[in-house]
């Protein structure tokens, strides 16, 4: 037996004999003892785990799903972070101050960061970033298309002067996809010198990320000295590895699973009421979804509150077809009401738009969280009205590549957690938006979305934020059953984990095991 052997059959005689024990007791898992023994190795290497979906994009440009923004929130940072209340917290940015007039930001960069290759963050570094993510065509250039310019100034800042006003303009920075590059960086998507406060060991496509601490990371070392994003193809196989001890943390997984979880003694389980909402919507320039007779069937044909109950058991709240939910405070219009599912009704409705004997439309899903269970709901309900829909689930890398989602008839959307309502309105309602998956186009609630963008009169903003529900409510190609919870679930020997509404944005420096 070589040295090299008998040194690591030593190690394994010695978590074995002290380890094993310590895991059983701490996790109280019912695992077999070589699972046992992993967790014991993992706990004393100080290595967390995390369960996570396949990655489709890493570049910061296009990057959007939650386990794509978990790898970069790994390693690197954003100029301002939000917390589990959607609170803005300094992270590159120590302070930020506004004009009088609303148009000038002078943000204030943290000293003393450096990157993971140990040169220095400066001005250059944040305009450089900026210059990338607004340079190309994408959300980014969306959602700061007021920018009229971005300087340096005195003081290590930058100041940012927009073309019109924006009161949520500072929301805007904490945007998933700025994350902070180095001036000059290439292979962007590929290579990963961040500021962030791990550093990337390891990136093995459709198996795992292996980070390391970053031991001079500004914020303080963080409380693990490996993680690891498992990845898996399906969500229920990562509910069985965090059963079966082979991670630590789920994030993702759908509100069954999640239930069952619940008062579980092995496990701590979080979940948080968030604006994230899973989008059901008919593309409304072409074909039966652009009849707005057609488009009223299918809402008339949908039992919202069923819905809400069966599929969300209790979690989260109610939709009422629009994007601004209960967590909105003043913008949401409470007491706005939707007319009663009526089947008949429906049926009678796309009788008038020349379809008596019903319509057929193909519902394109990604098989995730409860989108599929959604998809079969809504089929069920919507058969008694004469709409029979062919269900067709794809992984979310289909689903989202290429644009594809953007171009079919039908089609449900998971849109994740924004601190602000004007995000939606912005990315997805507005004629011109990005995502404009439903290819809708309405003058008035484009009016309306303006005013709420830029006014800087409180009670404008939250008149506009209510007429534009009421307009989607009575028109418009969408359905919004339920404002779904951010789950997350830890071993009971994980200490330190913070949820988020964007699972993505968990900061997981912050957990010991």
């Known amino acids: 037996m070589s040295n090299k052997t008998q040194l690591s059959r030593r190690r394994f005689l010695q978590i074995s004999a002290a380890g094993m024990a310590a895991a059983i007791g701490s996790v109280g898992f019912d695992l077999t003892p070589e699972q046992a023994l992993a967790v014991a190795r993992r706990q004393q290497e100080g290595v967390l785990r995390v369960a996570a979906g396949n990655p489709a994009t890493l570049d910061p440009l296009t990057a959007s799903a939650d386990t794509e923004i978990a790898f970069l929130n790994a390693a690197y940072d954003y100029l301002i972070d939000t917390n589990a209340q959607s609170e803005l917290i300094p992270r590159l940015a120590e302070s930020w101050d506004v004009s009088e007039d609303g148009l000038t930001y002078t943000v204030k960069i943290r000293e003393g960061v450096t990157f993971h290759d140990g040169s220095e963050l400066t001005l250059d570094d944040v305009l450089f970033t900026f210059e990338y993510l607004r340079g190309e065509e994408g959300p ?7 920018v009229d310019s971005i300087e340096a100034s005195d003081d290590n800042s930058i100041v940012i002067t927009l073309s019109e006003t924006n009161p949520d303009f500072i929301y805007n920075l904490t945007d998933n996809h700025i994350v902070i590059l180095q001036a000059g960086a290439t292979n962007i998507g590929e290579e990963f010198n961040g500021t962030g406060p791990f550093i990337l060991e390891e990136y093995i496509p459709g198996d795992r990320a292996v980070f390391t601490a970053n031991e001079n990371y500004w914020g303080g070392a963080p409380g693990v000295s490996t993680l690891e994003f498992i990845y898996f193809d399906d969500l229920q196989a990562a509910v069985n590895a965090l059963q079966g001890g082979v991670v630590d943390i789920a994030t993702r997984m759908d509100n069954a699973s999640f239930f069952n979880l619940v008062g579980d003694a092995n496990f701590n389980a979080i979940d948080l009421p968030t604006n994230g909402h899973d989008l059901v919507r008919l593309r409304s320039d072409r074909g039966i979804g652009a009849d707005p007779l057609v488009q009223q069937a299918f809402k008339l044909a949908t039992d919202r509150d069923a819905i809400y109950e069966r599929i969300q058991l209790g979690f989260g709240a109610v939709g009422k077809d629009t994007p601004i939910g209960p967590l909105y405070g003043e913008y949401f219009l409470s007491d706005l009401e939707l007319p009663a599912r009526d089947p008949e009704a429906a049926r009678a409705l796309l009788a008038e ?18 989108r599929p269970a959604l998809a079969q709901a809504l089929a069920a309900q919507w058969a008694e009205a004469g709409i029979t829909i062919n269900i067709e689930l794809q992984d979310e890398a289909t689903y989202y590549a290429e644009d594809g989602w953007l171009e079919v008839d039908l089609g449900i959307t998971g849109w994740g957690s924004r601190p602000i309502a004007q995000f939606y309105l912005d990315f ?20 309306q979305i303006q005013i709420a963008r830029t006014s800087l009169d409180q009670a404008e903003r939250v008149a506009a934020y209510h007429e534009i529900q009421r307009l989607l409510a009575e028109d418009g190609p969408f359905i919004i059953s339920y404002f779904f919870a ?8 994980v200490s330190g984990l913070e949820s988020h509404p964007f699972p993505g944005r968990i900061n997981f420096n912050t957990v010991t095991v």
């Open 140 to 146: 980014v250039q969306g959602l700061l298309s007021s």
């Open 353 to 370: 738009a020349g379809y008596e004997d019903g319509v057929e439309l193909t519902m394109f899903v990604p098989n995730s969280g409860d």
């Open 428 to 447: 997805y309602v507005e004629t011109d938006a990005v995502w404009n998956e439903a290819h809708y186009s309405n003058p008035a609630v484009d009016e």
């Open 486 to 493: 951010s789950f997350a679930v830890a071993a009971s020997n």
